[in-house]
């Protein structure tokens, strides 16, 4: 099962005209018969059902505060009875620490972040790799500022990637057909239109026409396209929706629950 709980960019919006498609900063939860996978922890993490069941792990694409900003406000952190892993292939585990303790902390945030960090347990990315070898996780550095790490894993034969956020560039293009290929679904990035783009150069994202033209070279059953900007409503993403030949492309809708 794989629930959106986040698919815009930048800062979470809540208007009506974008509530169909959400307003969430960056989440995705992935659930198998063993595991909870969760990718990033924008606001769209406050929602996520953290399993005493399952095994959970986090996965952070990098530090930016629309992946990060919902980590300590998720509603069940009270009743869990475990640990949550979280791991970025961005940073090593000390680091990744240091980075949220200091994000989480006077004059930005009004409680000990150690009460909440304690139910983390922080391990380097490739030990997560080496640990969970039946995911079959692996990781993509991307063109972001500062970078950012898109993931896939592959559970029973299916798999699934999640790269945001990217700036598309026509050298990544033979890397990221590769690492994606093959695949159940993708979560990419596209957060404006070509239009929009020669304002934003440099910025770290794609447009919706770089993800709906690199959809067409994966093998891929399902390319969702997320980190929509925060101006985009409803209306446009449905009208431009319209418009995609290419009926395997689709926008990330939160609380779209799709089997996996
Ligand atoms: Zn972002
Ligand atoms: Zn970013």
Redesign the pocket.
């Known amino acids: 099962m794989i629930i959106n709980h986040g698919v815009r960019g930048s800062v979470p919006t809540s208007q009506q005209n974008n509530i169909l498609f959400g307003g969430n900063t960056p989440c995705v939860e992935i659930r198998t018969q063993k595991y909870q996978l969760i990718f990033d922890c924008g606001s769209g993490f406050t929602k996520v059902n953290l399993s005493n069941d399952l095994e959970t792990i986090l996965f952070i694409s990098?530090f930016?505060h629309?992946?990060i900003q919902g980590l300590a406000f998720n509603n069940h952190f009270s009743s869990m009875k475990k640990k949550i892993t979280i791991t970025s292939a961005h940073s090593n585990k000390i680091d990744t620490y240091n980075i949220l303790m200091n994000y989480y902390i006077s004059p930005y945030f009004p409680v000990n972040f150690f009460e909440i960090i304690r139910k983390f347990k922080f391990l380097e990315f490739d030990q997560v790799t080496s640990d969970y070898k039946d995911l079959n996780i692996k990781s993509i550095d991307l063109n972001?500022?500062g970078n950012?790490y898109g993931y896939s894993i592959t559970n029973n034969n299916k798999k699934f990637c999640y790269l945001l956020?990217n700036e598309y560039e026509d050298f990544q293009e033979k890397k990221i057909v590769k690492f994606c290929n093959d695949s159940h679904t993708v979560i990419w990035d596209g957060m404006y239109l070509d239009s929009e783009l020669s304002d934003k150069k440099g910025w770290?994202h794609s447009s919706i026409e770089h993800g709906v033209i690199l959809a067409d070279k994966i093998n891929v059953k399902n390319f969702l396209i997320s980190h929509h900007s925060p101006s985009r409503s409803d209306k446009e993403l449905k009208n431009i929706q319209k418009t995609f030949i290419n009926k395997k492309v689709k926008f990330a809708s939160e609380n779209n629950i799709m089997e996996f």
Request: proline share 11%; charged share 20%; net charge negative.
């Open positions: 990098h930016h629309d992946h972001h500022p950012s956020d770290g």
